[in-house]
């Protein structure tokens, strides 16, 4: 799925639920500012691998943790915690509306 049927996917179930305030779509903005940063730390994992190599401050090559990996979890547990404050479920492509039960 892209990010335009993500969006329109929660903005869907959103209105099967009768929340169409600003709140709501303000929360399903900050979905998808997190889709897009999940996106970028799963890009950052597979380039540069759990660990990297880098200089510090004083020249040496030291091998460091890829913090996307922290940062990964975190989103993740934050896109959760908003699908979860909405009473949605995760995005769906193209849903049926006999088989599609809130």
Do not use: C
Request: no cysteine; charged share 30%; hydrophobic share 35%.
């Amino acid at each position: 799925m892209n990010k335009k049927q993500i969006k329109e996917s929660l903005i869907e179930q959103l209105k099967l639920h009768g929340k169409t305030s600003d709140f709501y779509m303000d929360l399903v903005e900050d979905y998808i500012f997190y889709w897009d940063m999940k996106k970028k730390l799963i890009k950052d994992i597979k380039e540069k691998g759990v660990r990297y190599s880098a200089i510090n401050g004083n020249g040496i090559k030291v091998e460091k943790a890829n913090e996307s990996i922290q940062n990964l979890q975190k989103t993740t547990v934050t896109m959760l915690k908003i699908l979860g404050d909405l009473n949605l479920k995760e995005p769906m492509h193209n849903p049926d509306p006999e088989t599609d039960y809130l």
